[in-house]
């Protein structure tokens, strides 16, 4: 059986990818994705502690299917909004965007 802290140790790693990709990056996808990341670097420790926590219960498991469902639709609300910002700028660069500038 794996140990807790080497779980603990992957979702640190891919949060720490996950923030870079956000505080580096121009293009809003990809900033999108490393948000992704991030957020699946929580589910992972989320699943890893109910799996030592509390292994017999199912409300682990549920809230990870819940999590992961709330994560596809903020992917496709996500996705959305990059085509119409796209539609109307021409660029998904995130500095270029000025639609929120007064």
Avoid: C, S
Avoid at 16 to 37: H, P, S, T, Y
Avoid at 51 to 58: G, V
Avoid at 75 to 101: K, M, N, P, Q, S
């Amino acid at each position: 059986m794996v140990p807790l802290g080497w779980y603990l140790v992957v979702a640190a790693l891919l949060f720490a990818i996950g923030a870079f990709g956000v505080l580096a990056r121009k293009n809003a996808i990809a900033i999108f994705i490393g948000l992704e990341i991030m957020f699946n670097a929580a589910l992972l420790n989320a699943v890893a502690f109910w799996r030592y926590l509390h292994p017999t219960q199912f409300d682990g498991t549920v809230f990870a299917i819940v999590i992961l469902a709330v994560a596809a639709a903020e992917a496709a609300v996500g996705l959305a909004v990059f085509i119409a910002v796209y539609r109307r700028f021409g660029t998904v660069d995130a500095d270029e965007i000025t639609l929120l500038r007064g």
